[in-house]
Nanobody
Framework: QVQLVESGGGLVQAGGSLSLSCAASGRTFSTYNMGWFRQAPGKEREFVAVITWSSGYRYADFVKGRFTISRDNAKNTVTLQMNSLKPEDTAVYYC?????????????????WGQGTQVTVSS
């Protein structure tokens, strides 16, 4: 069982930055692939980024060059650094975990989810 708690959301102006953090419980954090998803009002939850147990990573096309995912296995945390934020990045951001050789980009492959943190980008 893995419990995930996100933090770091908030209100920021367009062009600004935010750093989201996800703290995980348990002693097996290093064996999980950790993903970030987001859900805007009225829209489906969509993949943002994933970092694998071996620190490989994948990003959605719409965040490439702006967002960076990283992990600290000693602290059981995964971070999403978001730069050059746009109003269309406004959403609830969720941290998720799953096991596998490759980092998944579909929500159905993830076993554990956090409660989410709100990110609002004003124009």
């Amino acid at each position: 069982q893995v419990q995930l708690v996100e933090s770091g959301g908030g209100l920021v102006q367009a062009g600004g930055s935010l750093s989201l953090s996800c703290a995980a419980s348990g002693r097996t954090f290093s064996t999980y692939n950790m993903g970030w998803f987001r859900q805007a009002p009225g829209k489906e939850r969509e993949f943002v980024a994933v970092i694998t147990w071996s620190s490989g990573y994948r990003y959605a096309d719409f965040v490439k060059g702006r967002f960076t995912i990283s992990r600290d296995n000693a602290k059981n945390t995964v971070t999403l650094q978001m730069n050059s934020l746009k109003p269309e990045d406004t959403a609830v951001y969720y941290c998720a975990a799953h096991r596998g050789l490759l980092g998944a980009t579909t929500r159905s492959e993830y076993d554990y989810w956090g409660q989410g943190t709100q990110v609002t980008v004003s124009s």
